[in-house]
Structures are given as structure tokens and as C-alpha cells.
């Protein structure tokens, strides 16, 4: 199994379409108040931003002369699928998890050669293609026995790294890492874990599994008990379509209290909103699963009128099913999901801050600042989103404010280019398609 993670996706295309950004602290997501990151560059995560940061405090974090950008996802989903595609050429069965994250099936594939050599190799060869059909994006290659070992390997040696975990040496690696690297394990059943003393994964190991299904449940404890040991038969699923997002907890014990429960909500729908974001999808449909104390499971759905992946627009919903169905004898499971998926719309992830200000200076940062709503013109226009000017030709929207539009000239092609400022309804400038970097 190969297991292939683009190294700051979102940024790394940004910084390929701007010239001007390389080698800067770049932040992709939302650049008003209420925005949430959707990813980092690595010189803007030095500073202790990250991915599902509110902006705000990535601000706080990053120095001056930080970008920071909506999304382009037109831009990343054709990159996307360059990518995608020459994963194709290793194998027919190739699992897209997300925009930026696939696993590989190599012994489906034409490759003769699976020995560790043989897959270091193709895995090199692969790393270079990415990098020059991309324009530069790199990816970060984990290749194993299994999936488990194969994204542990992936997330080991980045950024642009490249891990093979060779058979028979999977406990090897695997034990002495924190339990938290397993995908089964989030915050609450952290918690529960630690309040026992099981920190690495091979403390979890040395766990009997009537042990770990007294501690997380029949289905999660077995599960645990077999990731421990590197059990993991989990296929390579091919083109699947991702039909809904969800999270759920099963608790040690009944739970009625309500601000417990809010909690439980709250961490569920943030991890939900960032699966989300991560495979670039938003959905229009809120559903809370509970299982009260007498095993009887009931579901509550709310339909939105626009698709959102908002973990606190979730959360807020999810809260007030909650309230109606209600928390009576206690409750021993409780879930959070989102269905009706579509391609990313963009929503409160770029959400905006109904602030004026000025164009910024050349040199300085982008600007984040936005206008207020009855100023239709500006809200044509925000931060890195690609345009062409009639006479100027394409270029991307380095700020806006009081009625005006700055714009950098310059693609991925081009050496750094000029800023120049232009009413915000200047009839020669248009939004534009994404540049070619090919």
C-alpha cells in the first residue's frame, strides 16, 4: 500500500500561482473575523499556525508581510487531478480520501518489483513526476503492508518525505509512538486512555481486548486492539464517493449532563467540519445520532438552505436536536454527521468581516479587511483570487477596501510582478479562471 499526502496543499499552489509569495508565510482559509484556516504554508506554521486555526489567531501568530488568502479551489482541484492521475498510471485501485490524500493499491498495479527497493524506488520516481507536472507541489510517500503503515508512513518525514515501512518490522515502528497517531483514537478517547496510563501505542498493546472493550466500547475497542498489533486488512476502495461525514462517541457510562454533552458536540463537529474542508467538500444536511441507555437509537436531521462545512454552524444545529430529543435516562452513544455533499462552497470558512480599509502599500501584506455588505462592487473581489485586467492582463487580488481594488500582475510563469490599485468597479478588470502553470 502507498499512501500519498501533498505537503501544504492550498498554500503550495498559492505560492506556485504567486511568485511574490514564495518563501512567505502564506494562509489559506477565512480572512475575516469569523474564518477559520484551512491550511498553512510551512513558513506560516514556524510561527504556530495551523490548520483549523480561527484566522484571527494565526494573525496574532504570523509576522507582517503574512498572505493571507481565500481559496482557489477550482485551482487546487486541477492540480488535484494531475496528481490523481498519475497515481493511476501505478495501479487501477486508487483511493482518493481527499483534494490532497490518496492510498495506492501497488500489488494491483503493472509494478514487477514490490521488494523494499523495488517501491523506494517508484516511490522516488513518482515524488519527481508529482513535482514537475505540479509546478513544484510535493507530496509526502508512506509505503507498507497496510494502510495503517502506510499513512504512519507518510506522516513521518515531512515535508517532501518519503518513509517504507519494510514487512515484518511494523511493531518495530509503530509501538513507541504517542496513541494519538492512531486514526481510531481522537480527544475523548485520548482522555480515557491516558486516565489509564496508556500513552504509546504499544501500551495499548499490552492491553487484553476485554480490557479495551471495557474502555471504548465492543466495535472501538476491537478495533484498537487490532491497530495495536499492526491488524489492519482495511482495501484499497476505488473511486468511492463520499456520501456523508460523521463522528461518534460511545460513552463509559449514561450521560444526562447537558453541558457534557455540548462538549462532546462541540469536538464531534469540529472534527467533522474538518473532514470537511479537507476533502473540499460542504454539506447541506445536519444529522444527530444518540443511543439512549436502554440501546434504543434515534436520529435528528436538519436541512440547511445553502451546504456549509462550518464546525460551529454544525455544532449549533446539532446543540438544538439535542435540545429536542432530549437527554431523559441518559444517553450511551452520541454522533454528529453531515450528508447531501457537494464540491466545496465557498461559506463561513471564508467568511468575512464586514470592515473597510485601505488598499494596502506594495510590499505589505495582503489585505484581510472587508467592506460592508451595500458595497456590491468590492464584494466582487478578495484576497488572492485570480482576475485579468483588459489592458494589464491576469493577475490576483492583493487587497480591497473603500472602494478600491489592488491587484499584483504577475503567474506562475512570470517573475514577481507590479501592484496597481483600480476602482472597484473598473469595467476593464474581470474575475478570471485560475493561470496554467504548465
Request: net charge negative; glycine share 12%.
Amino acid at each position: 500500500m502507498l499512501h500519498l499526502d501533498l505537503d501544504a496543499f492550498f498554500a503550495a499552489v498559492e505560492q506556485r500561482d504567486k511568485p511574490s509569495l514564495r518563501g512567505r508565510p502564506v494562509v489559506v482559509g477565512g480572512v475575516g473575523g469569523r474564518g477559520v484556516v484551512a491550511t498553512a504554508s510551512y513558513e506560516a506554521r514556524a510561527f504556530g499556525a495551523r490548520s483549523a486555526m480561527s484566522t484571527a489567531e494565526a494573525r496574532r501568530r504570523c509576522p507582517a508581510g503574512t498572505a493571507f488568502l481565500g481559496g482557489r479551489f477550482a485551482a487546487y482541484r486541477a492540480t488535484s487531478e494531475v496528481v490523481m492521475g498519475l497515481l493511476r498510471e501505478l495501479s487501477p485501485l486508487v483511493e482518493p480520501v481527499s483534494i490532497d490524500e490518496a492510498y495506492v493499491d501497488l500489488a494491483a498495479g503493472p509494478a514487477a518489483d514490490l521488494s523494499v527497493e523495488g517501491v523506494t524506488e517508484l516511490a522516488r520516481d513518482l515524488k519527481e513526476r508529482i513535482a514537475a507536472a505540479t509546478g513544484g507541489v510535493t507530496g509526502s510517500v508512506g509505503i507498507g503492508s497496510s494502510k495503517l503503515m502506510a499513512k504512519l508512513g507518510s506522516e513521518m518525514d515531512k515535508p517532501d518525505g518519503l518513509v517504507v515501512v519494510p514487512p515484518g518490522t511494523e511493531l518495530e515502528l509503530l509501538h513507541p509512538l504517542p496513541v494519538t497517531s492512531l486514526g481510531g483514537v481522537g480527544p475523548a478517547t485520548a482522555e480515557r486512555l491516558h486516565a489509564v496510563g496508556i500513552r504509546t501505542v504499544g501500551d495499548l498493546a499490552a492491553r487484553s481486548l476485554p480490557d479495551l472493550v471495557a474502555l471504548a466500547g465492543r466495535a472501538h475497542g476491537t478495533g484498537l486492539y487490532q491497530l495495536a498489533r499492526a491488524e489492519d486488512d482495511r482495501a484499497v476502495v476505488a473511486d468511492r464517493e463520499t456520501k456523508s461525514v460523521s463522528a461518534e462517541e460511545t460513552f463509559e457510562r449514561d450521560l444526562t449532563d447537558r453541558t457534557l454533552l455540548g462538549r462532546e458536540i462541540d469536538a464531534m463537529a469540529a472534527r467533522v467540519g474538518g473532514r470537511l474542508r479537507a476533502a473540499a467538500y460542504s454539506g447541506r444536511t445536519v444529522t444527530l445520532k444518540l443511543r439512549r441507555y436502554d440501546f434504543t437509537t434515534l436520529t435528528r436531521s436538519q436541512t440547511l438552505p445553502q451546504p456549509t462545512d462550518d464546525s460551529r454552524l454544525i455544532a449549533g444545529i446539532a446543540q438544538r436536536l439535542l435540545d429536542e430529543a432530549g437527554t431523559a435516562g441518559g444517553l450511551r452513544l452520541l454522533g454528529v454527521g453531515v450528508s447531501g455533499l457537494s464540491l466545496y462552497a465557498q461559506g463561513d470558512l471564508f467568511a468575512e468581516e464586514p470592515t473597510d480599509a485601505a488598499p494596502p502599500a506594495e510590499g505589505a501584506a495582503p489585505a484581510v479587511a472587508e467592506p460592508e455588505p451595500e458595497l456590491p462592487a468590492e464584494r466582487r473581489w478578495w484576497p488572492g483570487q485570480d482576475v485579468r485586467h483588459d489592458e494589464l492582463g491576469p493577475g490576483w487580488v492583493w487587497g480591497r477596501g473603500i472602494g478600491r481594488v489592488t491587484v499584483r500582475f504577475e503567474g506562475p510563469l512570470t517573475p514577481p510582478g507590479p501592484v496597481r490599485t483600480f476602482p472597484a468597479d473598473d469595467p476593464e478588470l474581470h474575475p478570471a479562471d485560475p493561470p496554467d502553470w504548465r
